[in-house]
């Protein structure tokens, strides 16, 4: 999807709606060049992250309040 740096001020929930919702990426254009792309963030997969890190070596879990 496409759409322009005026479009993206003017009606920005209706810009970012594919990104949030649909996980599309959106390419923002200024007269007409691609300037910039906002795609959606990557879920962080922590239980995997924590294995990583124990193959690694020890780790040490800071204590919660």
Excluded at 29 to 39: D, F, K, L, S, Y
Excluded at 48 to 58: H, Q, S
Aim: aromatic share 2%; proline share 8%; no cysteine.
């Amino acid at each position: 999807m496409s759409s322009t740096l005026t479009e993206l001020r003017r009606q920005t929930s209706k810009v970012l709606g594919p990104v949030i919702h649909g996980g599309k990426t959106v390419e923002l254009t200024e007269h007409g060049q691609p300037v910039a792309r906002i795609v959606p963030a990557r879920k962080i997969d922590y239980a995997g992250a924590l294995k990583a890190l124990m193959a690694i070596g020890p780790v040490n879990l800071p204590s919660r309040k």
